[in-house]
């Protein structure tokens, strides 16, 4: 398939509007508590030993994140999101006001505030178990479609990352991003590196659910979920 190479930046602006007081001392004391940082061995950035290390790309308001964090504590989950109110939406439900800079944080939760396309660059071979890239902005006019995460030139770099046997789970309620799944994820190059079965018409046991299935669900909107494997 013909596309553009993907630009340095697929995010658009970093905030819907100007913070509040709470909100920016989140973000000033409570994140760099939780900010990952990519060592030779990415399990040793937490603060349990992770039985294993997931990482959600795009977390939005955080409630998978969250959600996924509560039930598999035992897990080491690096949650990716550079818009600041969202950011703002997850810290907002660990800590309590006043305690930004005290309150415990769960030791099986890591934050990345940047592009996740440089974590990925940045992460050894082979050391994720999972991945969740959740109703990503679609991006839905074709002059846009670099923008998009999933993207021919992404999916090398995913591969890599995984380890054989990983899930990689995808959900998205607009059409032409679903199409476009479709697209890159049945072509040669990528089948090569993933099984990738029909998506789901219904959300799969153990997904949690977020605002934005929410949201398409009470518009009418028929989201998708996939989930492909990396292959040995």
């Keep these: 398939m013909a596309v553009k190479p993907p630009p340095d930046r697929l995010y658009g602006r970093l905030r819907s509007h100007p913070l509040r007081p709470r909100q920016q001392r989140l973000l000033d004391l409570t994140l760099p508590r939780l900010r990952f940082s990519v060592p030779d ?21 955080g409630e998978h994140a969250l959600a996924q964090n509560r039930a598999h504590p035992e897990i080491g989950l690096i949650a990716c999101e550079v818009f600041e109110n969202g950011l703002c939406s997850l810290l907002g439900r660990l800590v309590p006001e006043g305690g930004e800079d005290t309150a415990p944080l769960p030791p099986g939760l890591r934050l990345w505030d940047d592009d996740a396309r440089t974590l990925l660059r940045a992460l050894p071979d082979a050391c994720l178990d999972r991945l969740f890239l959740l109703f990503p902005d679609p991006w839905p006019k074709a002059r846009h479609a670099k923008r998009r995460f999933v993207h021919p030139a992404t999916v090398p770099l995913l591969a890599r990352v995984l380890r054989p046997g990983a899930e990689w789970r995808v959900a998205s309620d ?11 994820m049945t072509a040669p190059a990528a089948r090569a590196l993933f099984d990738a079965p029909a998506p789901a018409p219904v959300r799969p046991e153990g997904w949690p659910p977020t605002r934005y299935e929410a949201k398409a669900l009470a518009a009418g909107r028929q989201p998708l979920y996939w989930s492909f494997t990396r292959r040995d």
């Design 174 to 184: 607009d059409p032409t991003y679903q199409a476009w799944v479709a697209e890159v």
């Design 41 to 61: 061995d990415p399990g040793s950035g937490f603060g349990i030993v992770p039985g294993a290390l997931w990482l959600e790309v795009g977390f939005g308001g």
